[in-house]
Structure formats: structure tokens, C-alpha cells
């Protein structure tokens, strides 16, 4: 049987066709064509998709289009979705589509997530709204005081859930689910089937469709891998170098820690290179501000940590540079995912210091392949690359016990705001345009 090539063919209401037209979406994705006559069925969906493949249009496009079927109850409106999602950034990306999906809808919806202000928050839920997209940690604050109701849920959709166990958010998805409604339809997206994943899908979840368009750690074969060795001492004249010779294009770089990211900004500034940082130390406001300076291209570089491995839509971006190779090496992945998207060719470029050859070495172990490895003259290392030396501290540490309400210790910086908050973030959002 062939697959739907027209998201007319897959069902999609009027509204949102139109919504679609404008854009310029035309044909659906792998994971849209599976996943959306399934959720306009009124089915529970497991899906594992990467991000990049359309898996955000594969549950919000199907949710509005049910939303818009049915009318909130008499009164002040009272969410009938909920979509969890592990990251501030991730909320502000789904709440983004969601807007852009439901202009043509009379639906609103709210972000709400830490990191900012309560109030704004309560006022727009006291005001009344169809969709809530959340982190779980802030949610359970407004559960706690009362100021969010999860009764009329009808919708749940747990977004990155594979990213949200790593965070360790299950208690507070557990306390969560528990409040919705068990008649609700529930979505899961993960980036895999792994087997805590298929645990949580038989705790909330109701028989539910399966739809898999992407093997684990699977990489766009669209992306070329280069590793520069450097002696360490120069991989920032290195980057500037490189950054030289491609003046042209918006960058992404990652690195290992906040510290070294602002000052590696502060580096590239001082070069003549516009550069922002982002990471979980800088407020939400700041975050956002960098982001958009990024995207509009009013900053070439954005250097970040493992935050912004997940979750974020950077259209177009041509290279991803790894300043520091990540010490997991499924977060390799995760970073250059934002590079080579929906069939666009990408870059990813990683600067090896001579005592990270055990890293680059997980790293190819994983993508089943070896990384080209190019010395860029002037910049040749003192001692070849060590890959048989066993990376330090390659393995994920222990998670420490969780907070009583369920929110992630302190370790994931990720999660927290500067004052300790859940990265639940939030901003207010109407839905409606």
C-alpha cells in the first residue's frame, strides 16, 4: 500500500492545510505519514524518531486538527493537551510550531517552564488556554499551588521521554500522568525503543501503535566527519582559524563546560568574531536572546554545551564544530543532528586534542565508521593521537537520588536555572493569531 505524499491525503483538517500551504510544507515526512492517521484515529502512538525528522509535526499537527474538532467546556478554557517536554528550549521550539500550525485555529496555548517568573504563568492560565507545553519540574510547581489543572486533559504527549529519564524527571512524570485523566490518548516520542522506554509506554499506555523511522544513534548520511588533531594548548587559534576560512557561513560550536563556553565566546569576540553562549547557567532571558541573535545572524557563532544538543530547529546551518569532543559519545549524535536536517548536506567538525584520541575512538565505535582525520597546516600536533588511551570519566556518573517532588539534583545544570529551579522554564504564549 503506498503511503500518503499530501498531508490532505493523511487526513489534516482545512485550517491547518492552509497553515501548512503558508510555510511552504508540502509533502509529509516518514514519521508524519506514520504517525498521523494513527493519532487522528484517537490511538495511543510510540514513536522513535531523531530529532530532525519531523516528529514535532507528527503529534502537534494531529493534535490541533482534534482540538479543533471538539470545544472547551463552558467558562474559563481549561487545557485539553499537555505536552511534556525535558528542556526550556525544546518548549519554546514545540510552542513556536504550534503557533505557526494553528494560525488559522481559534486555540491557545502557554508555555510554561522555570527559570522565570511564576506570575506571568498564572496569569495566562488563569485566563484560560487549550495547550500546555511544559517541563515537568515547573509543572509540578503549579500543580503544588493549585494554579495548573491537568482534569480535562484529553491529549498527553511526552516528547524526548528517552531525554527526560536521563534528566531524571520519571517521578515527576509519574505524578504527572497520575493526574490526567486515564480516558486521555497518549503520545510518546523517543529518539528509541530501549527498554525503559517500552517499560514507561506499558505503565501509561493503551495498546498503542508503534512507528519507527530511525535505528538508534542513527546519524544523516548526509553529514561528512572530520577530526582535526591539535595539541590543546591551540584549539582556540585553531577554531578562530578555521572560523576564518569560513566566514561565510553560521556555526555551531559545542563545548564541554559553561565556564569554558563563556570564555571561549569572550575569546571569539575578542578575534572579531560576533559569538554568544548559551548553557544552563544563563537566565532564560539570555538564552532566548542568544538564540534569536543566532538565528537572525546577528551572531555567526553560537557556542553552547549539551543543552542545545537537543531540541533546538536552527534552519540551514551548514557546520557543527566540536571545540571538545563529548565525554558520552551518544551526545556526539544529539550535537551534530543540528547540522545535515530533512536531506540538506552538513559538516560536523571535531578539534581532537592529543589526549582525546579515546574519545574520537568511542565516537567512531559508535557511528560504525571512521572519522577522516585532517592535521590543517601550521596547527600540527606535537604527538600523535592516542587511540587506544581510555577516555576519563567516559561513562555517565552515577544519577544521585532524586528530590522528594521528583525534580533532577543539582548536577544537571541543564535542568536548573541559576537559582536551582527545574528547567522546566516558562514564557507566556497565545496560540492564536
Not at 515537568?136 to 498527553?156: F, N, Y
Not at 529519564?165 to 486515564?182: C, E, H, Y
Amino acid at each position: 500500500m503506498t503511503e500518503p505524499s499530501t498531508f490532505e491525503a493523511l487526513g489534516l483538517p482545512p485550517a491547518v492545510l492552509r497553515a501548512l500551504a503558508v510555510l511552504n510544507y508540502n509533502t509529509p515526512t516518514p514519521i508524519q505519514q506514520a504517525a498521523i492517521p494513527a493519532v487522528l484515529a484517537g490511538r495511543d502512538v510510540l514513536g522513535a524518531a531523531q530529532t530532525g525528522t519531523g516528529k514535532t509535526g507528527a503529534f502537534a499537527l494531529p493534535l490541533l486538527a482534534r482540538l479543533s474538532k471538539t470545544t472547551a467546556a463552558q467558562g474559563p478554557r481549561r487545557p485539553r493537551a499537555l505536552i511534556l517536554v525535558p528542556t526550556r528550549e525544546l518548549a519554546v521550539q514545540v510552542n513556536e510550531s504550534l503557533r505557526s500550525y494553528a494560525r488559522h485555529l481559534q486555540l491557545h496555548t502557554c508555555m510554561i517552564f522555570g527559570g522565570v517568573g511564576m506570575g506571568p504563568q498564572m496569569d495566562v492560565l488563569r485566563r484560560g488556554v487549550d495547550i500546555m507545553v511544559a517541563t515537568p519540574g515547573r509543572l509540578i510547581d503549579h500543580l503544588e499551588r493549585g494554579t495548573a489543572k491537568l482534569d480535562s486533559i484529553g491529549i498527553l504527549v511526552l516528547d524526548e521521554a528517552d531525554r527526560m529519564l536521563d534528566m531524571g524527571f520519571m517521578p515527576a512524570i509519574k505524578r504527572i500522568v497520575n493526574g490526567v485523566p486515564k480516558s486521555r490518548q497518549t503520545l510518546l516520542f523517543s529518539a528509541t525503543f530501549e527498554p525503559r522506554i517500552r517499560g514507561l509506554a506499558m505503565d501509561f499506555m493503551r495498546n498503542p501503535v508503534e512507528v519507527e523511522v530511525a535505528a538508534r544513534n542513527t546519524v544523516a548520511s548526509t553529514i561528512k566527519h572530520i577530526a582535526h588533531p591539535v595539541d590543546g594548548s591551540r584549539k582556540k587559534d585553531l577554531l578562530v582559524h578555521l572560523l576564518a576560512t569560513r566566514f561565510q557561513d553560521r556555526v555551531l560550536v559545542f563545548g564541554r563546560t559553561k565556564h569554558g563556553c563563556n570564555r571561549l565566546a569572550e575569546q571569539l569576540e575578542d578575534a572579531g568574531l560576533k559569538a554568544v553562549a548559551i548553557h544552563g547557567n544563563k537566565s532564560q532571558g539570555q538564552r532566548q536572546k542568544a538564540l534569536d541573535a543566532f538565528k537572525a545572524g546577528r551572531a555567526r557563532v553560537l557556542v553552547a554545551t549539551d543543552v542545545a544538543a537537543r531540541g533546538l530547529d536552527i534552519p540551514d546551518l551548514p557546520l557543527v564544530i566540536n571545540f571538545d569532543l563529548p565525554m558520552v559519545a551518544e551526545d556526539y549524535v544529539h550535537r551534530i543532528g543540528r547540522t545535515g536536517r530533512n536531506g540538506a548536506t552538513g559538516e560536523a567538525i571535531s578539534l581532537v586534542g592529543v589526549d582525546e584520541g579515546g574519545l574520537l575512538a568511542q565516537v567512531q565505535k559508535m557511528l560504525g565508521q571512521n572519522v577522516q582525520q585532517e592535521t590543517v597546516e601550521g596547527f600540527v600536533p606535537t604527538r600523535p593521537l592516542r587511540m587506544d588511551m581510555k577516555p576519563v570519566q567516559a561513562q555517565r556518573t552515577p544519577r544521585p537520588a532524586h528530590r522528594p517532588h521528583g525534580k533532577p539534583a543539582a548536577r544537571h545544570a541543564h535542568a536548573q536555572s541559576p537559582k536551582g529551579r527545574s528547567s522546566a522554564g516558562s514564557r507566556r504564549s497565545n496560540g492564536s493569531r
